[in-house]
C-alpha cells in the first residue's frame, strides 16, 4: 500500500466523501471502529475533537486516522517527568491529548502508522512556533496492544511501575523537548 507521503492528510469535517469512507475503514479493533464510525464525525463538526484522516486516493480508502484536542494532565511525584524548574509545586501541565490512533488493517505492519506519527510530532511543533499553543506534553491512553508501538516512537510510561503490569491500558507520554528529536528541520 502507500506510505504516508502518498497519502492525503484532510480533516474529517472537510472531507467529501465520508459516509462509503468512513464504513470501509477497519482498524481490527472494534472500540475503535466504533468511535470512527459514529462519533469522530459529530465531535470533529462540533471541535470538540480534530479528527485528521489519511486518505489513500488511488485506492479510495481511508489508510488511518487520529484523534486529538487540547488539554491539560495531573502529575504528582511519583510520575516519570521531569517538573518545572520554575515552579515545583506545579502539578497539572498543558497538554495535547490523542484520544484515538488507528491504521486500517490493511496498511498495518509496514511503518505507516510511525511515519503519520513522526508527521504529527513535526505538525505540534509547527503549530506551536506559528500559533504559540505552548504545551508541554503530549499523551494518549494507550492499550496493552498498543504499548510497545508506542514506547517505539518515544512515549514512556507516566507511572513506570505499570509497565511490567501487562494492564489493559496505561497513561504514555512524550516530552515537548522529546517531539523535538522527531521534527523535522
Given at each position: 500500500?502507500?506510505?504516508?507521503?502518498?497519502?492525503?492528510?484532510?480533516?474529517?469535517?472537510?472531507?467529501?466523501?465520508?459516509?462509503?469512507?468512513?464504513?470501509?475503514?477497519?482498524?481490527?479493533?472494534v472500540k475503535l471502529n466504533d468511535f470512527?464510525?459514529?462519533?469522530?464525525?459529530?465531535?470533529?463538526?462540533?471541535?470538540?475533537?480534530?479528527?485528521?484522516?489519511y486518505y489513500d486516493e488511488e485506492y479510495?480508502?481511508?489508510?488511518?486516522?487520529?484523534?486529538?484536542?487540547?488539554?491539560?494532565?495531573?502529575?504528582?511525584?511519583?510520575?516519570?517527568?521531569?517538573?518545572?524548574?520554575?515552579?515545583?509545586?506545579?502539578?497539572?501541565?498543558?497538554?495535547?491529548?490523542?484520544?484515538?490512533?488507528?491504521?486500517?488493517?490493511?496498511?498495518?505492519?509496514?511503518?505507516?502508522?510511525?511515519?503519520?506519527?513522526?508527521?504529527?510530532?513535526?505538525?505540534?511543533?509547527?503549530?506551536?512556533?506559528?500559533?504559540?499553543?505552548?504545551?508541554?506534553?503530549?499523551?494518549?491512553?494507550?492499550?496493552?496492544?498498543?504499548?510497545?508501538?508506542?514506547?517505539?516512537?518515544?512515549?514512556?510510561?507516566?507511572?513506570?511501575?505499570?509497565?511490567?503490569?501487562?494492564?489493559?491500558?496505561?497513561?504514555?507520554?512524550i516530552n515537548y523537548e522529546d517531539l523535538?528529536?522527531?521534527?523535522?528541520?
Open positions: 500500500m502507500s506510505s504516508s507521503n502518498e497519502l492525503k492528510k484532510i480533516r474529517l469535517n472537510t472531507f467529501v466523501n465520508i459516509s462509503n469512507d468512513i464504513k470501509s475503514f477497519n482498524c481490527g479493533d470512527f464510525y459514529k462519533d469522530a464525525l459529530g465531535l470533529d463538526e462540533e471541535n470538540n475533537l480534530a479528527t485528521v484522516i479510495k480508502k481511508i489508510a488511518a486516522f487520529y484523534t486529538l484536542s487540547a488539554s491539560s494532565i495531573q502529575m504528582d511525584e511519583n510520575d516519570s517527568y521531569e517538573k518545572s524548574k520554575v515552579k515545583e509545586t506545579m502539578t497539572e501541565f498543558s497538554a495535547i491529548k490523542i484520544h484515538y490512533f488507528a491504521v486500517d488493517v490493511e496498511y498495518q505492519n509496514q511503518g505507516l502508522g510511525k511515519q503519520i506519527m513522526t508527521n504529527l510530532f513535526s505538525d505540534l511543533i509547527d503549530a506551536d512556533f506559528e500559533y504559540n499553543i505552548g504545551f508541554k506534553v503530549l499523551y494518549l491512553e494507550a492499550l496493552l496492544n498498543a504499548m510497545d508501538f508506542y514506547s517505539n516512537v518515544g512515549f514512556n510510561y507516566l507511572k513506570p511501575w505499570e509497565e511490567p503490569l501487562n494492564l489493559s491500558s496505561s497513561i504514555m507520554l523535538e528529536y522527531f521534527y523535522k528541520f
